[in-house]
């Protein structure tokens, strides 16, 4: 009898690990497009059909001494993560900030109509979950992603055209294959990278800034409408929120196009869900670093490991 009892044991240990490698797999074998700006976009660029990053979005400044440490350290973050999360920064207008878009202003209200006592910067939210300040709260970040890796079993698929024309840059919907819900909107963020900062202005860091965001639009899926473009030349949709949405915004040289499906504001009053149903980005910077590894791979070995030896004890004893 305690032979048939260890092997389910070995077959249900097996398959802990199995489980956990392949939602370690998923993101990073699909990694996110990173274009080299050298590249030409005048015959555009079309991103894989994807969805499952995560948005991580940061509350900085550039006056604030411990974001402008930390900042150079989450540069090479995005592309240590791969396609497993999209990193987008929030400046505020707090008549201090040297850049203050308005773009993010608006992104850091949405916070706050869940939050009102939002944290100082810089502050890490992960799918719109748990605050994390200061420098050294990157650690619980990192649980957070894995945490929601492990939660997120299903996403909205999305896939991008990028494409230059002039001194004009559109990014457009191709492809939405999810649920079109009434209470939901894509969200289009446009980041820049390696802004500079002004001579005149409070900064203890270096001269620039990433992740910049400084524009967006959003197009409500209940009534098909853009409600919300700031930061950009326009925005549109002539059919649907989800078959030709698209904006036009002014050419940078370093840039990066997020799309993301998530609750209207308007719908966070009564369900306070600030989390996304899937997000994807287009990134035309340098690559930093590479991304065909991730810390995340021992972490996630260890957790298979523990859940497999778990598992056999538990079942041992059984």
């Known amino acids: 009898m305690a032979e048939q009892r260890k092997q389910p044991a070995r077959q249900g240990g097996l398959w802990v690990l199995l489980l956990a490698v392949s939602l370690l797999q998923a993101p990073v074998l699909a990694q996110a497009l990173v274009v080299d700006p050298s590249t030409s976009l005048e ?105 929601e890796e492990v939660l997120r079993q299903d996403h909205t698929k999305l896939q ?56 967006t639009a959003e197009c409500s ?18 059919t649907s929120c989800t078959s030709d949405f698209e904006i036009e915004f002014a050419a940078m040289d370093s840039f990066s196009v997020v799309l993301v499906h998530e609750n209207t504001e308007d719908s966070l009053e009564s369900s306070d869900d600030l989390g996304t149903y899937g997000a994807i980005e287009f990134a035309y910077r340098d690559r930093d670093a590479s991304e065909s590894w991730s810390p995340a791979w021992l972490v996630l070995a260890g957790t298979a490991i523990i859940g497999l030896l778990v598992f056999q004890k538990k079942s041992t004893n059984a």
């Open 221 to 238: 899926i209940g009534n098909g409408t853009v409600t919300t473009q700031i930061g950009v030349v326009t925005a549109r949709a002539t």
């Open 160 to 215: 991008l055209n990028v494409q230059r024309e002039g001194d004009v840059i559109t990014a457009s919907l191709v492809t939405f294959e999810g649920r079109s819900l009434n209470a939901s909107q894509l969200t289009f963020l446009v980041l820049e990278h390696g802004k500079s900062v002004p001579e005149e202005a409070i900064n203890p860091g270096k001269a620039y800034r990433d992740r910049v965001v400084v524009g």
């Open 43 to 147: 015959s555009g660029i079309e991103t894989n059909l994807r969805g499952q990053s995560l948005l991580i979005e940061e509350l900085t400044a550039t006056w604030c001494t411990s974001c402008a440490e930390i900042d150079p350290y989450l540069v090479g973050v995005a592309d240590a993560h791969g396609s497993r999360i999209a990193m987008v920064a929030y400046h505020p207008n707090d008549g201090e900030d040297a850049f203050a878009p308005e773009a993010a202003q608006h992104r850091i209200d949405r916070l706050r109509s869940v939050n009102p006592d939002l944290p100082g910067t810089p502050t890490f939210i992960v799918e719109g979950g748990t605050y994390r300040t200061g420098t050294d709260a990157w650690g619980d970040v990192q649980g957070d992603i894995l945490d």
